[in-house]
């Protein structure tokens, strides 16, 4: 069966940086497209990064993490990667991976609707 582990999610001071990991089992991983999101308090799950199954530079953003998030890819691992920079306290939220198939070659999805898979989470939290 199809597994999605995040994991290097914790609390940080708001300026720093975290580097969360999702391992993936189950699946033919370079397939996949692959994507993050996050849900906050009160809020609704909200996309961050998504990356197409062969990486590169064929990643998407959303506008309020551009610049400071970078996902990647390791398909020989099995693992997408989200890097997180210049942590604000609006960042604090629960992180997702996600897994979509097919993967276009060259294509990112943002729509969590489009993805088939979903692990339990990562908790994110930065202090002022």
């Known amino acids: 069966q199809v597994q999605l582990v995040e994991s290097g999610g914790g609390l940080v001071q708001a300026g720093g940086s975290l580097r969360l990991s999702c391992a993936a089992s189950?699946?033919?991983?370079?397939?996949?497209?692959m994507g993050w999101f996050r849900q906050a308090p009160g809020k609704e799950r909200e996309f961050v990064a998504a990356?197409?199954?062969?990486?590169?530079?064929?990643?998407g953003y959303a506008d309020s993490v551009k610049g400071r998030f970078t996902i990647s890819r390791d398909n020989a691992k099995n693992t997408v990667y989200l890097q997180m920079n210049s942590l604000k306290p609006e960042d604090t939220a629960v992180y997702s991976c996600?897994?979509?198939?097919?993967?276009?070659?060259?294509?990112?999805?943002?729509?969590?609707?489009?993805?088939?898979?979903w692990g339990q989470g990562t908790q994110v939290t930065v202090s002022s």
């Open positions: 189950g699946l033919t991983f370079s397939s996949y497209a």
């Open positions: 996600a897994a979509k198939y097919p993967g276009g070659t060259f294509y990112y999805y943002t729509l969590q609707d489009t993805y088939e898979f």
């Open positions: 990356i197409s199954r062969n990486g590169g530079g064929n990643t």
